[in-house]
């Protein structure tokens, strides 16, 4: 169950780490390579294990050491490679989300990954070291009692991530259906998925006369799933000035006030 649980954990940040690097398939390649030498190991230790023989009959418990006729020395590979593994995904992980974060473009998502990365790695690097260490010094009836604790941390923590990273991609996807709403009301404004979106800026100057000079300008701004600026861009070097009169004032015939739609005294020159 052990050995079970803790690479489902890993199998799922491989998975993580594809997410973030899904252009890079050596990067992603190299980390799958990682995570089938770790479970290569652990399912060879595994075939070797033996249970604790106690010096007394009325000790019947299932604990479970390796043989080291066999095994030699490699035993604690069992909890040293799993840490190196999750060493690796952590470097990958610090490397994609940081310097985003720092610089405050990253979204929501690579802020949990970087955050609970950090955490999920705290945890797990402590239990594994513990583990290292009995599985190398401990007397055998205690060298891999430890092994459970890494077993329930390991899923709990994955776990954790899960429900945070599902919790924010729900967030996002509200948060996008309030903004499609928004832009669906209005002529002109922010549009953008994908990796990309366009700016338009209006800044109008004029005096209390009827004439008024309108400026738009527009800028483009390309970031990727981590929230990295990628590129910028201007679109239309030259500002289009548009020059508009006032309609006349409204004419109220009743409670409720009602704007003209198609009015021929409001005129667009260019």
């Not at 239309?236 to 006030?257: D, I, K, L, N, T």
């Amino acid at each position: 169950m052990t050995v079970i649980g803790i690479n489902t954990t890993a199998l799922m940040m491989l998975l993580r780490v594809s997410a973030m690097y899904n252009r890079k398939p050596l990067v992603v390649g190299f980390v799958a390579a990682a995570f089938c030498v770790e479970f290569g190991v652990s399912a060879w230790l595994l075939s070797h294990g033996i249970p604790v023989r106690h010096s007394t009959t009325a000790i019947h418990a299932c604990t479970m050491i390796f043989d080291d006729s066999k095994v030699g020395g490699i035993a604690s590979a069992s909890a040293w490679l799993p840490l190196l593994y999750d060493t690796l995904v952590l470097a990958l992980t610090l490397k994609r989300t940081l310097g985003p974060v720092r610089n405050k473009t990253a979204g929501k998502i690579a802020r949990v990954l970087l955050r609970d990365g950090i955490l999920y790695y705290s945890v797990i690097f402590a239990v594994n070291l513990v583990l290292t260490l009995m599985i190398a010094t401990a007397p055998p009836g205690l060298q891999n009692i430890t092994a459970q604790l890494e077993y329930l941390l390991t899923v709990t923590m994955m776990s954790r991530i899960t429900l945070h990273l599902r919790k924010q991609a729900r967030a996002r996807e509200a948060d996008t259906a309030l903004a499609s709403a928004s832009a669906a009301g209005t002529a002109r404004g922010t549009s953008g998925g994908g990796g990309g979106g366009v700016r338009s800026r209006l800044r109008f100057t004029g005096t209390r006369s009827d004439a008024l000079s309108v400026t738009v300008e527009e800028s483009t701004v390309t970031v990727d799933d981590c929230g990295a600026v990628v590129a910028r861009g201007a679109k239309g070097a030259a500002a289009e000035w548009f020059e508009m009169r006032a309609p006349p004032p409204v004419r109220v015939a009743s409670p409720r006030v009602r704007a003209p739609r198609d009015d021929p005294e409001l005129r667009f020159v260019v």
